[in-house]
T-cell receptor, first 115, second 112 residues
Framework: GAGVSQSPRYKVAKRGQDVALRCDPI?????LFWYQQALGQGPEFLTY????????KSGLPSDRFFAERPEGSVSTLKIQRTQQEDSAVYLC?????????????FGPGTRLLVL | AQKVTQAQTEISVVEKEDVTLDCVYE???????LFWYKQPPSGELVFLIR??????QNEISGRYSWNFQKSTSSFNFTITASQVVDSAVYFC?????????FGAGTTVTVRA
């Protein structure tokens, strides 16, 4: 079946602009995760949903970052007033039931460049 | 807090050589899960293997094998008879609840 998809794949924004990144999880997957990967580093956790409930947003770096999953399927990560330090790859992952320690399957990522 | 350390930044080998990637983790939880992911140049993280903290049995899956030792908090990964297509960044990750904590990654280059 189809994997996790993300759009856009690439986004260039001017400093101060708002951006919205979309994630389509694997069909039927209950849990959805967002990670941020800076150049040359491992992914860092941002936030986690189980269905439409946002259960953990401890990794969001500032109140400029906001994520939602209103119908428990597609999710959007929004970054307001982008800064240069927001430049990174944003990865989305989903897992089937959200059980502790379950395997997460990743999408191709959105590469964000803030000028 | 959870922490994953991958001390090797880069490894370069010639095709058909074996490659062993080191991973050391830290957690106070007694139940946890360990993963290896591969990130080829295309950028997508590809799941390779998963182990839980109660299963120290080491296994082989095709050209992949792993060595999980709780006594040293290590979860090493070996690619046997490497191929050019194995060139990628490999990440070790730890999960205690739901989120993954990743190491910094090891870049593997396999030369023909």
């Amino acid at each position: 079946g189809a994997g996790v998809s993300q759009s856009p794949r690439y986004k260039v924004a001017k400093r101060g602009q708002d951006v919205a990144l979309r994630c389509d999880p694997i069909s039927g997957h209950v849990s959805l995760f967002w990670y941020q990967q800076a150049l040359g580093q491992g992914p860092e956790f941002l936030t986690y949903f189980q269905n439409e409930a946002q259960l953990d947003k401890s990794g969001l770096p500032s109140d400029r970052f906001f994520a939602e999953r209103p119908e428990g399927s597609v999710s959007t990560l929004k970054i307001q007033r982008t800064q240069q330090e927001d430049s990174a790859v944003y990865l989305c992952a989903s897992s089937r039931t959200g059980t502790r320690g379950e395997t997460q399957y990743f999408g191709p990522g959105t590469r964000l460049l803030v000028l | 807090a959870q922490k994953v350390t991958q001390a090797q930044t880069e490894i370069s080998v010639v095709e058909k050589e074996d490659v062993t990637l080191d991973c050391v983790y830290e957690t106070r939880d007694t139940t946890y899960y360990l993963f290896w992911y591969k990130q080829p140049p295309s950028g997508e993280l590809v799941f390779l293997i998963r182990r839980n903290s109660f299963d120290e049995q080491n296994e082989i899956s095709g050209r992949y094998s792993w060595n999980f030792q709780k006594s040293t908090s290590s979860f090493n990964f070996t690619i046997t008879a490497s191929q050019v297509v194995d060139s990628a960044v490999y990440f070790c990750a730890l999960s205690v609840r739901s989120k993954l904590s990743f190491g910094a990654g090891t870049t593997v280059t396999v030369r023909a």
